[in-house]
């Protein structure tokens, strides 16, 4: 669960597995795959940056794009 904040101050958490797509325009859209939308303070970058962060500690096993399991 990543941490963000509604455009009025209030903080919730997210689960960032739901993200479906991040839209950054004058606002910060998020919609996650069941239909619901969120408006957001934080940028694209700090929620990319949020998400990555929370898959590192929660132990997500991840290959690094343009690499296979086979390379040194």
Same mark, same amino acid.
């Given at each position: 669960?990543?941490? +963000?904040? $509604?455009?009025?101050?209030? +903080?919730? +958490?997210?689960? &960032?597995?739901m993200i479906?797509?991040?839209?950054?325009?004058?606002?910060?859209?998020? $919609? +996650?795959?069941? *239909?619901?939308?969120?408006? #957001?303070?934080? &940028? =694209? %970058?700090?929620? %990319?940056?949020?998400? #990555?962060? =929370? $898959? $590192?500690?929660? *132990?997500?096993?991840?290959?690094?794009?343009?690499? &296979?399991?086979a390379e040194?």
């Amino acid at each position: 669960m990543i941490e +963000l904040h $509604r455009l009025n101050g209030e +903080l919730f +958490l997210l689960n &960032s597995d739901m993200i479906e797509t991040v839209d950054a325009a004058a606002d910060t859209h998020v $919609r +996650l795959v069941n *239909g619901h939308h969120y408006v #957001v303070r934080e &940028s =694209f %970058q700090d929620i %990319q940056k949020a998400v #990555v962060e =929370f $898959r $590192r500690k929660a *132990g997500y096993a991840c290959i690094p794009f343009g690499t &296979s399991e086979a390379e040194p």
